[in-house]
């Protein structure tokens, strides 16, 4: 049956970005030649544009942030047919701002909304909006969202809400089934190419399930499809380039 590559990296998060998962994504990726690629969100990290943002944040400067965040999704998408960008929460604090009160606000999200529009359109990508309803990709069966769920029980609400998916946002490789009369659903945490320690996730627990990792497969034309995860194990990650049908 004739398939398509497809590649999903997610949470790269600007300059926390994990250099390790980056450039073995980056040389997966132009191994494998996915025609298919999927950013799931938050390219960037735009912590200092967080509600309830500390002075420390705030006074960070966000071109480091730029930058890297520019850089890693060019370099993703370089050579995709088919690219797709899902803004993440993160990268979403732009197009908040857009409506802020205050005026220097507005103009900085109005600025780096057109900042990220050019990138986009420069990387041959489409994009969607972080928003439950609308920033749904299909890829036949599979879905790709950042994810609308977190704690403990989010692979399990992504399985119930979005049936077979596939989930950024929560930074694990969590995976959760979820039973109809039309047969069973799964959802799948990603997981993230930033780093696990960050300042602000330094006292949470939750940080102890963050992995690097990223997913890849098939997509049948018949919209079936086969997924793979590649996860970070001792600093290294062990990937398959090729499929075989048996
Ligand atoms: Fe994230």
């Not at 909006?129 to 749904?136: I, T």
Request: aromatic share 10%; net charge positive.
């Amino acid at each position: 049956m004739l398939s398509r590559r497809f590649v999903v990296a997610s949470d790269s998060h600007g300059d926390q970005i994990d250099p390790a998962t980056e450039s073995a994504l980056l040389s997966f990726v132009h191994d494998f030649k996915p025609q298919i690629r999927i950013h799931a969100g938050d390219v960037f990290d735009f912590r200092n544009l967080r509600r309830g943002a500390s002075d420390d944040e705030k006074a960070h400067s966000l071109e480091d942030d730029w930058r890297m965040g520019s850089d890693f999704m060019r370099r993703f998408f370089d050579g995709g047919k088919e690219n797709h960008f899902l803004r993440g929460n993160h990268d979403e604090r732009l197009w908040h701002f857009a409506h802020s009160a205050t005026g220097l606000l507005r103009d900085y999200a109005h600025d780096g909304i057109a900042r990220v529009e050019k990138l986009v359109k420069k990387s041959r990508a489409k994009m969607l909006p972080y928003d439950s309803r609308l920033g749904v990709l299909k890829l036949g069966a599979l879905k790709v969202i950042h994810g609308y769920a977190a704690g403990i029980g989010a692979a399990r609400k992504h399985a119930i809400v979005y049936r077979n998916c596939l989930f950024g946002h929560t930074h694990n490789c969590d995976v959760a089934g979820a039973e109809s009369d039309e047969g069973v659903s799964e959802a799948r945490g990603i997981g993230a190419c930033c780093r696990l320690d960050m300042p602000y996730n330094a006292h949470q627990t939750g940080k102890l399930r963050h992995q690097n990792a990223f997913c890849y497969g098939l997509l049948f034309e018949d919209g079936t499809y086969q997924i793979n995860q590649a996860k970070k194990i001792d600093g290294r990650f062990y990937v398959a380039s090729d499929f075989r049908a048996l």
